[in-house]
């Protein structure tokens, strides 16, 4: 089956700087990348995904990068702000079929005022 | 539009009772999964429902049964509890496992089994 690792487990960051986590993946067949965000005493909330078919996708301040080749993806955060303090995490999953995310261990992510 | 909702909130149990956790979406969502959150573990299936009427294991399904009777809820029972069930529960629901793919979590369960 699928295996996610997920690195670092705790980042902390000063306020504008920028956040990098990274998550390697086994299964060349995933094709469907999530990142979910965690606050305290929330569900995950999905804030940015990537397919197989892309490199890349940004979102305002968020971005995510595949490589296919090395099966890694990364979460780039920039001009973090104290808001942007939760667990992230990253996942992923053969799309089009019923097979089920496979999640990273998270990373907890502290942003510094 | 509520999203996914889970009840209860909190639950503590002892060891050999038994419980059910409601799972409620109302997205139309067809496919419903249940996972369990450990620390430093991320999130782990449990069990999923591509249906109405229809389940499947996932990567931790020991210990637990569930049921989707109807479309919209999702229950998850634990006929005896052990102390490493203790966890925090999450369902979640999404449109279909084709190109949309995202999962919707519910606010989760906290349960502790003593």
């Known amino acids: 089956g699928e295996n996610v690792e997920q690195h670092p487990s705790t980042l902390s960051v000063q306020e504008g700087d920028s956040a990098v986590i990274k998550c390697t993946y086994s299964?060349?067949?995933?094709?469907?990348f999530p990142w979910y965000k965690q606050e305290l005493g929330k569900g995950p909330q999905l804030i940015i995904d990537?397919?197989?078919?892309?490199g890349e996708k940004k979102d305002q301040r968020i971005a995510v990068t595949l490589n296919k080749t090395a099966k890694h993806f990364s979460l780039h955060i920039t001009e973090t702000q104290p808001e942007d303090s939760a667990v992230y995490f990253c996942?992923?999953?053969?799309?089009?079929?019923?097979?089920?995310?496979?999640f990273g261990s998270g990373t907890q992510l502290t942003v510094l005022p | 539009n509520a999203g996914v909702t889970q009840t209860p909130k909190f639950r503590v149990l002892k060891t050999g009772q038994s419980m059910t956790l409601l799972c409620a979406q109302d997205?139309?969502?067809?496919?419903m999964y249940w996972y369990r959150q450990d620390p430093g573990m991320g999130l782990r299936l449990i069990h999923y429902?591509?249906?109405?009427?229809?389940?499947a294991k996932g990567e931790v399904p020991d210990g637990y049964n569930v049921s989707r009777l109807k479309k919209q809820n999702f229950l998850l029972g634990l006929e005896s509890a052990a102390p490493s069930q203790t966890s925090v529960y999450f369902c979640?629901?999404?449109?279909?496992?084709?190109?949309?793919?995202?999962?919707?979590f519910g606010p989760g369960t906290r349960l502790t089994v003593l």
């Open positions: 996942a992923a999953t053969l799309s089009g079929s019923a097979r089920q995310l496979t």
């Open positions: 979640a629901s999404s449109l279909t496992s084709g190109y949309t793919d995202t999962q919707y």
């Open positions: 990537i397919r197989s078919n892309v």
């Open positions: 429902s591509v249906g109405e009427g229809t389940t």
């Open positions: 299964d060349s067949a995933s094709n469907y």
């Open positions: 997205m139309n969502h067809e496919y």
